[in-house]
């Protein structure tokens, strides 16, 4: 079941883990969504996207991308700076086959204004990119792993899971994981350059990404446990 949380109440207790240094703490998730009915679908809402057709049924928010789109991207209900997100991603058998080694899935933090973290596999490579996306378009790749086993190939299960947490001094300590497995980390020493909260998941390839199909279920979101 999905968690329904308020602005205010969800507000209130980031504010309360705001002094907490969460690095190396264990993370405990404050917010839920199966996507199984139609209420909880309705609580994930577009982030960016020119033409995204969003559809759902057996527990999943089924996307679809159009005419002149590159990705198209949710995002949770929940804000904030120092989170985890977790999604389990398929693309599916409907995407052209033209399309499917371009096509990636993705979970993203610290989304606004055009720039975010993100972590991406690319279901048809068995490629995971961690990148970091600026504001003016500029993508600067934090990690890239080929011939990565954990990834998931058509219609099947991907775990996505990323990380990041302040580390102080306008640092940040990104984690990644696919199926259980940490594929990535990186420390960024550059984080003050992201200024979004939105944390959210997405759908897309690099040169258009018109007929990608993508199935999203099993939404977490985590925060730096205080205790």
Known sequence: MGLRLTAASLAAFLASLAL?????????GIYRNGMETTPQRAQVVKLSGR????GGGS?????????????????????????????????LSATPRRLRRQAFLSVELRAGGGARYQLAVYPGQRKV???KELGDGTIRYLAIVKDESAVRGIDRAN????????????RSRLLAFVGGKRVAGHVDES?????????????????????????????????????
């Open 20 to 28: 907490v240094s969460g690095a190396g703490a264990a993370m405990i």
């Open 51 to 54: 033409d995204c057709a969003r």
């Open 59 to 91: 527990g999943v928010l089924r996307v679809v991308i159009g005419r002149r789109t590159r990705e198209c991207s949710y995002r949770t209900p929940v804000l904030g700076r120092d989170l985890e997100i977790a999604a389990t991603e398929r693309l």
């Open 129 to 131: 990119q961690l990148r």
């Open 159 to 170: 775990k996505l899971r990323l990380s990041a947490v302040n580390l102080g001094r306008g």
């Open 191 to 227: 984080a003050g350059e992201l200024s979004g909260r939105a944390s959210g998941f997405s759908v897309g390839a690099a040169k258009g990404a018109r007929g990608a199909v993508a199935s999203f279920d099993d939404v977490v979101v985590r925060v730096p446990s205080p205790f």
